[in-house]
């Protein structure tokens, strides 16, 4: 008998949502305290530079304004878990969305703010079931509010990068929602179940194919701390890098997911 399909994960919308405008808030926070000298300086994201990164993180707000714009799709044809890989390719179009963005709002605060108006005003006036259409094909709101967590925890951690003693925090609730889509997203990408994925005290998944576990320690088990699996999952972090490091702990011979990864360009 084959093992039953596993229920979605399911997360409540208002917990999102003040996760979302939690982690924001860090952001805004923060980047009042940026000198100029600091808004130009280089990031770990190609030629983008910390000024054009924190456009980008207002655009992670302004995107939900934009899809509830679009025609309402007639019905649902995404997942939440596909959406990380389907993102990727909008690499290019990203980019150079950021640079306009932050050529438009000389005052980077200003711009943060009517982000944040914006995403509270569409989100106060549409269901969390109302349809949008995205990268990963047609989503409830509510889910794609869920992508936003992991927009601004990893533009975050961008930040943090970039600028030496920024330090902005991560809101638990943010850092859960990123840490288990993209746990999630890697157990569609490469279904199975002999390898055991931990990420604690977030996220557990099965994955890979080969010999389902079923009782006792797996034979395959890779764990890590969030953030660590978070800049994997994003092409922060190399699998090797992590596994030197000790970033990552991984026994068994089906442990190595370097194939796989990053999920996320």
Known sequence: MPPARKRPRAYDPARTRAAVLAQFGHVRAAVRTLTPEQLALPTRLGEWTV???????????????????????GRQDGRLPDWPSAVAADADA???????????HPDPDA???????????????????????????ALPLADYVVTRTVELVVHTDDLNAAVPGLDVPYDRQALAAATRLLADALAVKAPGGSTEVRIPPYAVVQCVEGPRHTRGTPPNV????????IRLATGRLAWQ?????????????????????????
Request: without cysteine.
């Open 241 to 265: 890098d992590a596994l030197d490091g000790a970033g990552v702990s991984a026994s068994g011979e089906r442990a190595d997911l370097s194939a796989l990864l990053p999920l996320l360009g």
């Open 222 to 229: 890779v764990e890590t701390d969030p953030l660590t699996w």
């Open 111 to 137: 711009g943060l703010a009517e982000a944040e108006r914006r995403f509270t005003g569409r989100l106060d006036t549409h269901p969390g079931s109302r349809l949008v259409p995205t990268s990963a094909g």
């Open 51 to 73: 000024r054009e990164l924190v456009a980008h993180v207002g655009r992670a707000l302004t995107a939900v304004d934009l899809l509830l714009d679009e025609p309402e799709p």
């Open 94 to 104: 990203i980019a150079s969305t950021a640079r306009r963005l932050a050529a438009e």
